[in-house]
């Protein structure tokens, strides 16, 4: 049986774990730079950046969903989503839903008017999932970045 609850400092090593298996999945393990003390400080600190679920399968974490405040300008308080990630051995198990669930339950208890999050669009089976759930991808929208570096280097006129 399969328990979702709030992640909790011990939990760290193996949410770095999960971040970690997203990353090969996605073809980009070295592009993780977060430390297992980074997530402690960031998510666990006085004030915590991010709230993160995980699910259990006899007491071992098998996915989890994190998550941060954000504001609308359009819509006023908002969630992101930043991953939700199964381990592949617990797949097609119903994890993923449970962990969406949760999410959405946070989201509508905290009284936030929208949810959002990015997928990749070569990731048909979470394309997939997230319309089976009634969300809508927004194909018109690109996602739009800067790393550290193209910060450092921004020229402010």
Not at 79 to 85: A, F, K, R, S, V
Not at 128 to 137: M, P
Not at 138 to 144: A, F, N, S
Request: hydrophobic letters at 40%.
């Amino acid at each position: 049986m399969t328990k979702i609850r709030e992640a909790t400092q011990q939990d760290v090593p193996q949410i770095l774990e999960l971040i970690m298996e997203l990353a090969h999945f996605e073809n980009e393990p070295d592009q993780v730079e977060i430390t297992a003390q980074d997530l402690l400080d960031h998510g666990f600190g006085d004030l915590p950046k991010f709230k993160c679920f995980v699910a259990v399968q006899d007491s071992q974490i098998c996915g989890m969903a994190l998550i941060y405040e954000r504001y609308s300008t359009w819509k006023g308080p908002a969630i992101h989503l930043e991953d939700l990630i199964v381990r592949q051995a617990n797949r097609g198990q119903g994890v993923g839903t449970l962990l969406l669930d949760t999410v959405v339950d946070h989201a509508k208890k905290i009284g936030v008017r929208r949810l959002g999050w990015e997928v990749l669009d070569w990731n048909t089976n979470a394309i997939n999932f997230y319309e089976s759930k009634g969300a809508k991808i927004l194909e018109e929208w690109r996602v739009v970045q800067m790393n550290e570096e193209a910060i450092a280097n921004y020229i402010i006129r």
